[in-house]
């Protein structure tokens, strides 16, 4: 075993597990200079960036926008008071990534550039943080750690090698690797969330008031990114107030929550004259959840419905209106949906894969070099997720393995119940990583000494896994099969 003495200081580990992860994600960067953007979300990003970096505020669509979506999409600009220099007020996307871009577009100018300053900004001071960030997290999630008897291993020692080798996991993870590439909230939302996560857990040992009013800050910066994180800031709150028995430390988290929260959405609610939340979104995610033709996760035709509207307020509505029509013109579907939303967050990650394969943005790809890629893709997230499920019955049972479990959950269920993809269990990679870390560092017998139930669970759970694999290839069978063909990157399937 390798002992505490024998290994580099936390810092100088940090330090060098940040530079290994900056010159991974420095590759892809490299070798796609003249990248621009294609998908939907990143073209509304850089739109509102643009508009931030010029001083039009918060607006998207402008005329010369508008014209390059024209051939795609018409635009209804009759329920709106549209300016075609500036383009329409919006609340649609949470204001905290394109501020973030915005200030980067102000350095490089609004030129192609700016696609390559944002992927260096992104990869810098988001993407090789992060494994750092999830060093220092489990060092305290894993401490102290309790050993077995007569293991030779100090607790220590053991909660250190678990804490590096999740570092280790998320500065190689692939996908993590070639996410800065895209202009997408992600980016933000990972260092974000796992920084509120990590000042929660300090709040254990020092519960101090600046601790609380850091954790709630950095929960409503979260917020502020990706709204659906507001249930795991509720759970933590609770979790404040009863597990951690801290009655005023609960109220302050709230406090700086709020605060945080509260001028943006001041700020919409004045756009439209009614009380309106940070995003207005809502709606729109439930519409392609629920209609007919989903599978409850992003859907080509259906997710093209509600586009051409640019007044936010009445979109919101309407898909929400939409929604509840569609479920209760078929109720019965309520249930398997949700099902068929928590399989999709935990398939393997090979959308993103197909998509620019069969869109010709590589070229044609033997089929060994694209299995291997394939694999590359894939494999990670299965090993490490079954991993995790019997990773979970060697945590002890600590305020901070509770927090852990809100987190989870506070973050899925939302998925489960609204709309799901793949990408969306990537901002949960540093928790998988951390678990299944503390798995292979406690060995086999951790597990069985877990008793019988929880060792049934974890193979039930690592089962479904696998079936939810196993359906992923039977029910996209013809796409791969086409994909894997002489013209398969030119087969051009939806995202």
């Known amino acids: ?51 931030l970096a010029s001083g039009n505020g918060f607006r998207w669509y402008a005329q010369q926008d508008l014209a390059q979506l024209a051939p795609y999409v018409k635009f209804d600009l009759t329920s709106v008071d549209y300016d075609p220099i500036h383009g329409v007020p919006t609340s649609f996307r949470a204001p905290l990534y394109p501020a973030f871009l915005a200030l980067v577009y102000m350095v490089s100018g609004a030129g192609f550039i700016r696609f390559l300053a944002a992927r260096l900004t992104q990869v810098i001071l988001l993407g090789a943080p992060l494994a750092p960030l999830t060093y220092f997290t489990a060092k305290r999630m894993f401490s102290p750690l309790p050993v077995g008897e007569g293991s030779g291993v100090r607790s220590g020692d053991r909660s250190e090698r678990a804490a590096r080798l999740a570092a280790w996991i998320v500065a190689a993870y692939p996908m993590l690797l070639i996410f800065p590439l895209g202009l997408g909230t992600e980016n933000l939302f990972f260092v974000l969330l796992l920084s509120s996560f990590l000042f929660l857990l300090t709040t254990i040992e020092q519960p101090t008031t600046l601790r609380f009013l850091l954790s709630g800050l950095f929960l409503g910066l979260t917020a502020l990114t990706r709204s659906v994180i507001l249930p795991f800031a509720g759970l933590a709150i609770l979790w404040i107030w009863f597990s951690l028995k801290q009655k005023r430390g609960a109220l302050l ?71 509840l029509e569609f479920i209760q013109a078929d109720p019965g579907r309520f249930v398997p949906l949700a099902v068929s939303r928590l399989g999709h967050f935990f398939r393997l990650e090979l959308r993103v894969l197909t998509y620019f394969y069969s869109s010709n943005f590589f070229g044609y790809i ?49 998925h489960v119940f609204i709309l799901s993809e793949e990408r969306f269990h990537l901002a949960l990679i540093p928790l998988f990583a951390m678990v299944a870390a503390h798995f292979w560092t406690s060995g086999w017998a951790a597990v069985k000494s877990s008793g019988r139930l929880a060792l049934s669970v974890a193979v039930v759970i690592a089962a479904l896994l696998l079936l939810n694999w196993t359906y992923q290839f039977t029910s996209d069978a013809a796409k791969f099969t086409n994909l894997l063909g002489p013209n398969g990157n030119q087969t051009y399937y939806p995202y």
């Open 366 to 414: 033997p089929t060994p070099g694209l299995l291997a890629l394939a694999a590359l893709f894939g494999l990670p997230f299965a090993i490490l997720t079954i991993s995790a499920a019997f990773g979970a019955l060697t945590l002890p049972r600590s305020p901070a393995v509770l927090l852990s479990s809100f987190l989870f959950l506070g973050y899925l269920l939302p």
């Open 1 to 51: 075993m390798v002992n505490c003495v024998n290994m580099s200081s936390p810092k100088t580990f940090a330090l060098r597990i940040f530079l290994v992860a900056l010159v991974l994600r420095l590759l892809p960067v490299l070798f796609t200079l003249n990248l621009g953007i294609g998908l939907d979300d990143m073209f509304q990003y850089d739109m509102l960036a643009r508009s």
């Open 253 to 323: 988290v709230a406090l700086a929550l709020t605060l945080t929260v509260l001028p943006w959405v001041v700020r919409n609610s004045l756009l439209y004259g009614k009380l309106t939340g940070i995003e207005t979104s809502l709606g729109y995610n439930l519409y392609v959840g629920y209609h007919p033709e989903s599978t409850g996760t992003f859907t080509f035709g259906p997710s093209l419905d509600l586009v051409p509207i640019l007044d936010d307020s009445v979109r919101d509505q309407l898909g929400t209106q939409r929604a």
